[in-house]
C-alpha cells in the first residue's frame, strides 16, 4: 500500500507540472509583475532625481549614491532572510501586500523630506518593504505555473521588474517637466515641497491602489511538492547549499557583479547624458524610459524563445546557455554605448543592451526556481535577491561615483567610468555564468531523483 500511495502521488504531482496554467495562474502573474513594476519604480524614481536633490541638499556624486544605493539595500538585507522564511510557510500573499501598502507610503514620505536625514529614512523603509517582494512573488510564480512555462512567466514577471525601471525615467521625467517652473508649496509644519518633493509624491500613491486590488483578486497557490508543512530548520538549507555550491556560489556572484554594473550604469545614464550630451532630465527621462519600455519585452521574448528551444534540445543544462549567450551579446553594448560622439547613437547601442540583458531573465529565474525545494524557494530567492538588490543596488552607484570622484577627479569624465567599469567587470562574470554550467546539470538531475518532475 505505501509503494501504491507513493505512485499516485508521484503521478498527481507529474499531472500537476504538465496541465496548462489557469487564466486565474496568469492573471496573478501580471498582478505580481505590476507590483514588481511599482517597486522599481518608487526604487529607481531617485536616480532620475539626482539634479535637484544636490542643488537643495548641497551633495557630491558619492553621498548621493550612499542615498540612492546604500541606505536602501543595508534596510533590504536587513530585514529579507527572516521575512523569506516567514514567505516559506506563510500567506505570501499577505506578506506581499503588507510589503506593497508600506514602501508606497515610504515613497509619499521621501516626497516631504526637508532633510537629508529624513530622506534617509524614507528610503530605508522603502528598501525594508520592498524586502519581501522578491521571495514571496518567485515562491508563488513557480507554484502557479508547470516547470516548462516557468521562463514565459518569469519573463511576464521580469517585464514589471524593467518596466518598473522604464517608468521610473520616463514618469519622472513627464513628471518633473510638468512641475518645471512651479514655485516652492508651503504646507503646515515649515513643509517646503519642492518640483522634486511633488515627484516623489506622485509616485507613490498608485501603489496604495495596487494594495487593494492584489489582496481582493489575487489568491495563495497551493505549494506544491512539499515534503514539510513547517518552517526547515536553517541548517538544511545550509546543507541543500553546501551540496550544491558549485551552481549557486558562482551563479550568485556573476549575478551581484553584474547587479553592480546594471546598477550603476543605470542609477549614472541620465547624469551621463546631461554632462555629455547636453540633454536635462525632462528630455533624457522620456527617451531612456521608452527605449527600456520597447527593449524590454523584445527582449523578454526572445530570451523566453531561446530558452525554450534550447530546453527541448539540451534540457540539462540550457538555461544557464541561454544566459550565457544573452551575457555575451549585453557586453560590447554597454561598453561601446558611453563612447558615442552622438547621443542618438548611444541611445541606439543602450537600447541594443537593454535589449540582450533582458535576454538572460527568463532563463535565469526559471533555472533556479527548477533546481530549488520548494520549502526552501522564499530563503534560496533571498539569496538571489542578495545579490541583485543589496550587492548591486548599493555598490553599483557608488562604484561609478567612486572611479569619477576617486579617478578621474572630474564629473565630465563619467562616460569613461563607465565604459572602463563595464570593461573590467563583463569578462569576469562570462566566466562565471561558464563554469555553473556542469553544476546546473547535476543540481538538475538530483531535483529528478528527488521524485520531482522537472
Given at each position: 500500500?505505501?509503494?501504491?500511495?507513493?505512485?499516485?502521488a508521484?503521478?498527481?504531482a507529474?499531472?500537476?507540472?504538465?496541465?496548462?496554467?489557469?487564466?486565474?495562474a496568469?492573471?496573478?502573474?501580471?498582478v505580481?509583475?505590476?507590483?514588481?513594476?511599482?517597486s522599481?519604480?518608487?526604487?529607481?524614481i531617485?536616480?532620475?532625481?539626482?539634479?535637484?536633490?544636490?542643488?537643495?541638499?548641497?551633495?557630491?556624486?558619492?553621498?548621493?549614491?550612499?542615498?540612492?544605493?546604500?541606505?536602501?539595500?543595508?534596510?533590504?538585507?536587513?530585514?529579507?532572510?527572516?521575512?523569506?522564511?516567514?514567505?516559506?510557510?506563510?500567506?505570501?500573499?499577505?506578506?506581499?501586500?503588507?510589503?506593497?501598502?508600506?514602501?508606497?507610503?515610504?515613497?509619499?514620505?521621501?516626497?516631504?523630506?526637508?532633510?537629508?536625514?529624513?530622506?534617509?529614512?524614507?528610503?530605508?523603509?522603502?528598501?525594508a518593504?520592498?524586502?519581501?517582494?522578491?521571495?514571496?512573488?518567485?515562491?508563488?510564480?513557480?507554484?502557479?505555473?508547470?516547470?516548462?512555462?516557468?521562463?514565459?512567466?518569469?519573463?511576464?514577471f521580469?517585464?514589471?521588474?524593467?518596466?518598473?525601471?522604464?517608468?521610473?525615467?520616463?514618469?519622472?521625467?513627464?513628471?518633473?517637466?510638468?512641475?518645471?517652473?512651479?514655485p516652492?508649496?508651503?504646507?503646515?509644519?515649515g513643509?517646503?515641497?519642492?518640483?522634486?518633493?511633488?515627484?516623489?509624491?506622485?509616485?507613490?500613491?498608485?501603489?496604495?491602489?495596487?494594495?487593494?486590488?492584489?489582496?481582493g483578486?489575487?489568491?495563495?497557490?497551493?505549494r506544491?511538492?512539499?515534503?514539510?508543512?513547517?518552517?526547515?530548520?536553517?541548517?538544511?538549507v545550509?546543507?541543500?547549499?553546501?551540496?550544491?555550491?558549485?551552481?549557486?556560489?558562482?551563479?550568485?556572484?556573476?549575478i551581484?557583479?553584474?547587479?553592480?554594473?546594471?546598477?550603476g550604469?543605470?542609477?549614472?545614464?541620465?547624469?551621463?547624458?546631461?554632462?555629455?550630451?547636453?540633454?536635462?532630465p525632462?528630455?533624457?527621462?522620456?527617451?531612456?524610459?521608452?527605449?527600456i519600455?520597447?527593449?524590454t519585452?523584445?527582449?523578454?521574448?526572445?530570451?523566453?524563445?531561446?530558452?525554450?528551444?534550447?530546453?527541448?534540445?539540451?534540457?540539462?543544462?540550457?538555461?544557464?546557455?541561454?544566459?550565457?549567450?544573452?551575457?555575451?551579446?549585453?557586453?560590447?553594448m554597454?561598453?561601446?554605448?558611453?563612447?558615442?560622439?552622438d547621443?542618438?547613437?548611444?541611445l541606439?547601442?543602450g537600447?541594443?543592451?537593454?535589449?540582450?540583458?533582458?535576454?538572460?531573465?527568463?532563463?535565469?529565474?526559471a533555472?533556479?526556481?527548477?533546481?530549488?525545494?520548494?520549502?526552501?524557494?522564499?530563503?534560496?530567492?533571498?539569496?538571489?535577491?542578495?545579490?541583485i538588490?543589496?550587492?548591486?543596488?548599493?555598490?553599483?552607484?557608488?562604484?561609478?561615483a567612486?572611479?569619477?570622484?576617486?579617478?578621474?577627479?572630474?564629473?565630465?569624465?563619467?562616460?569613461?567610468?563607465?565604459?572602463?567599469?563595464?570593461?573590467?567587470?563583463?569578462?569576469?562574470?562570462?566566466?562565471?555564468?561558464?563554469?555553473?554550467?556542469?553544476?546546473?546539470?547535476?543540481?538538475?538531475?538530483?531535483?529528478?531523483?528527488?521524485?520531482?518532475?522537472?
Amino acid at each position: 500500500m505505501a509503494l501504491e500511495s507513493e505512485v499516485v502521488a508521484h503521478q498527481a504531482a507529474e499531472r500537476a507540472f504538465t496541465l496548462p496554467a489557469s487564466s486565474r495562474a496568469w492573471y496573478s502573474v501580471v498582478v505580481l509583475s505590476l507590483v514588481s513594476m511599482m517597486s522599481n519604480i518608487d526604487r529607481g524614481i531617485v536616480n532620475l532625481l539626482v539634479g535637484p536633490i544636490k542643488r537643495d541638499l548641497h551633495l557630491s556624486d558619492t553621498e548621493i549614491s550612499l542615498l540612492i544605493g546604500l541606505t536602501f539595500s543595508f534596510a533590504y538585507v536587513l530585514f529579507s532572510f527572516p521575512l523569506s522564511r516567514l514567505a516559506d510557510t506563510r500567506s505570501r500573499k499577505v506578506i506581499l501586500t503588507t510589503g506593497l501598502t508600506l514602501w508606497s507610503l515610504a515613497t509619499v514620505l521621501c516626497g516631504l523630506a526637508q532633510q537629508l536625514w529624513q530622506l534617509f529614512a524614507a528610503r530605508a523603509l522603502v528598501g525594508a518593504a520592498e524586502s519581501v517582494k522578491g521571495p514571496c512573488s518567485m515562491s508563488m510564480i513557480a507554484d502557479l505555473v508547470p516547470h516548462d512555462k516557468l521562463p514565459r512567466a518569469f519573463a511576464i514577471f521580469q517585464l514589471g521588474i524593467t518596466g518598473g525601471m522604464a517608468g521610473a525615467l520616463a514618469l519622472g521625467g513627464g513628471l518633473l517637466a510638468a512641475f518645471a517652473g512651479l514655485p516652492p508649496l508651503s504646507l503646515p509644519g515649515g513643509i517646503v515641497v519642492r518640483d522634486w518633493h511633488l515627484v516623489l509624491l506622485a509616485t507613490g500613491l498608485p501603489g496604495l491602489l495596487l494594495a487593494l486590488v492584489m489582496w481582493g483578486t489575487v489568491h495563495e497557490p497551493e505549494r506544491r511538492d512539499r515534503r514539510s508543512r513547517s518552517a526547515v530548520p536553517l541548517r538544511d538549507v545550509v546543507r541543500f547549499l553546501r551540496l550544491n555550491w558549485r551552481f549557486y556560489a558562482p551563479l550568485f556572484l556573476s549575478i551581484a557583479i553584474a547587479s553592480v554594473e546594471s546598477y550603476g550604469l543605470q542609477a549614472w545614464r541620465p547624469a551621463f547624458f546631461q554632462r555629455t550630451y547636453g540633454w536635462g532630465p525632462e528630455r533624457v527621462g522620456p527617451l531612456l524610459g521608452g527605449a527600456i519600455l520597447i527593449a524590454t519585452p523584445l527582449g523578454l521574448s526572445l530570451g523566453t524563445l531561446l530558452a525554450e528551444y534550447l530546453n527541448k534540445r539540451r534540457p540539462q543544462d540550457a538555461l544557464v546557455v541561454s544566459c550565457l549567450l544573452a551575457y555575451g551579446l549585453t557586453l560590447p553594448m554597454f561598453v561601446a554605448m558611453p563612447l558615442m560622439p552622438d547621443p542618438w547613437l548611444s541611445l541606439a547601442l543602450g537600447f541594443l543592451g537593454f535589449t540582450a540583458l533582458s535576454m538572460t531573465a527568463p532563463g535565469q529565474n526559471a533555472a533556479i526556481q527548477i533546481v530549488t525545494p520548494n520549502e526552501m524557494r522564499g530563503q534560496i530567492s533571498a539569496l538571489y535577491l542578495f545579490s541583485i538588490s543589496v550587492v548591486g543596488g548599493g555598490f553599483g552607484p557608488t562604484a561609478i561615483a567612486l572611479i569619477t570622484d576617486r579617478f578621474f577627479h572630474d564629473e565630465a569624465m563619467l562616460r569613461y567610468a563607465m565604459a572602463g567599469f563595464t570593461l573590467m567587470v563583463g569578462p569576469v562574470i562570462l566566466l562565471l555564468i561558464l563554469s555553473t554550467l556542469k553544476p546546473y546539470a547535476l543540481a538538475y538531475r538530483r531535483m529528478q531523483s528527488r521524485g520531482r518532475p522537472p
